[in-house]
């Protein structure tokens, strides 16, 4: 089993900057893959980045290249997530997940087994 912690989010205006993070919990077996979702309200769970125990990582949308950055702390269990220049457009739930997976970059949450408890990120002037 893995659990996950989230912390951080918040509001903040255009242009403004946030991080999250997200402390885990169980065995590297259960979280090879570890990622960031968000979803908007009305909109379905889309993936953000996701990150392996190796530190590969991919960036599973266009939008969050170049704004987001996707971090993991082997040592302290902890991924992370730094978004800058945020927008309107990117307040959401935001998620960390895990899975055993160990294929190629996972970015649909289907793919992901286990879920934290979801942050609140609001963007507004």
């Known amino acids: 089993q893995v659990q996950l912690v989230q912390s951080g989010g918040g509001s903040v205006q255009p242009g403004g900057s946030l991080s999250l993070s997200c402390t885990a919990s169980?065995?590297?077996?259960?979280?090879?893959?570890m990622g960031w979702f968000r979803q908007a309200p009305g909109k379905q769970r889309g993936g953000i980045a996701v990150?392996?125990?190796?530190?590969?990582?991919?960036y599973c949308n266009a939008f969050a290249r170049n704004r987001f950055y996707i971090s993991l702390d082997r040592a302290k269990k902890t991924l992370g997530l730094q978004m800058n220049s945020l927008q309107p457009e990117d307040t959401a739930t935001y998620y960390c997940?895990?899975?055993?997976?160990?294929?190629?970059?996972?970015?649909?949450?289907?793919?992901?087994?286990?879920w934290g408890q979801g942050t609140q990120v609001t963007v507004t002037s």
């Open positions: 997940a895990a899975t055993p997976y160990s294929g190629p970059y996972p970015c649909q949450p289907r793919q992901f087994t286990y």
């Open positions: 169980g065995t590297t077996d259960n979280r090879r893959w």
């Open positions: 990150i392996n125990t190796s530190g590969d990582f991919t």
